[in-house]
């Protein structure tokens, strides 16, 4: 009787939050979709006045069509992708790198966790200044200068290499999040099976992809799923360090939805956007975690 009486009060404390969380979400959600179907275009010269009709034109599915006809769309799709898959490579390879180093006896070990870790609470925004004023730079980065003093040439990488300069920001950025994730897996390995392996004349090799690789799966799976469903997100980079350009070379299909809207104007075409944006994101997340589920049941 006590705990039902415990269980309800529990309920009732966090029915509010809930409820709160819940109209956060949905209203901004439900008026997304409204606009999705409508023809709203801010710069229509009779917006905002008693003849205006943009904000009540039933648009239909035609937001959709525009949107995913668009030849940027194709572009901005295959550059998420590109993106994502660069990040999620760098970030695994090198957080198993960076927690096996983390893991041994090291001097000064505490301060070098704490220095590797450290990016992951950085701002996107002061990240991507910091990468684009002060390493990509081609006049006065801490590239440019490496090149120089090899007899080299400097690039500029951000119009150069413009999405592999944004997947080496954002990969660092994400790298010190896998590397925690990855370095506690690792402490939780039993010493003896590798103390066992030893014995058996395995080397370093032979132990890291038959018993290191194996007890990091689950993981890994988990580093691949929350970054992949943030880095389907990705914006504030790209807004700092090239406004998805040259061209559309950085433009990924969140800076489409805002350039749709708040550039274009499209409030209309921005929504279809947004909604075709987080209906690939569910896709993608449900996808991830019906295998994360498998390798956690595993």
Do not use: C
């Not at 969140?254 to 350039?259: A, D, F, K």
């Amino acid at each position: 009787m006590a705990t039902q009486n415990t269980r309800k009060l529990a309920r009732g404390m966090l029915a509010p939050s809930v409820v709160i969380l819940f109209i956060w979400m949905i209203v901004p959600l439900v008026l997304t979709l409204w606009y999705s179907f409508q023809n709203y275009v801010l710069t229509s010269p009779m917006h905002g006045t008693i003849l205006d009709n943009g904000f009540n034109d039933f648009a239909g599915w035609s937001n959709y069509f525009y949107f995913i006809t668009d030849p940027s769309f194709i572009q901005a799709f295959i550059n998420t992708i590109i993106l994502v898959v660069g990040v999620l490579v760098i970030t695994v390879v090198g957080g198993i790198l960076l927690g096996l180093m983390l893991d041994q006896p090291i001097f000064g070990q505490g301060i070098v966790r704490i220095l590797v870790i450290s990016p992951f609470f950085v701002m996107p925004t002061v990240a991507a200044l910091v990468w684009k004023n002060m390493m990509m730079d081609p006049n006065y980065g801490i590239f440019a200068w490496v090149l120089t003093r090899f007899g080299l040439p400097p690039i500029a990488w951000l119009e150069t290499y413009p999405l592999l300069s944004i997947v080496i920001i954002v990969s660092w950025e994400w790298i010190p999040f896998a590397t925690l994730i990855l370095l506690t897996a690792l402490q939780s390995l039993d010493e003896e099976q590798k103390e066992a392996a030893g014995m058996d004349g395995a080397n370093f090799i032979r132990m890291f992809f038959y018993i290191t690789l194996p007890h990091l799966a689950r993981a890994i799976t988990v580093v691949i799923l929350i970054e992949t469903i943030f880095l389907l997100g990705v914006f504030a980079e790209i807004l700092t360090t090239t406004n998805g350009g040259p061209g559309s070379a950085t433009t990924n299909i969140t800076y489409l939805v805002y350039h749709a809207a708040l550039l274009d104007f499209d409030v209309g075409g921005g929504s279809a956007g947004g909604i075709i944006a987080v209906i690939i994101a569910n896709i993608v997340a449900i996808f991830l975690v019906r295998i994360v589920g498998k390798n956690l049941d595993a």
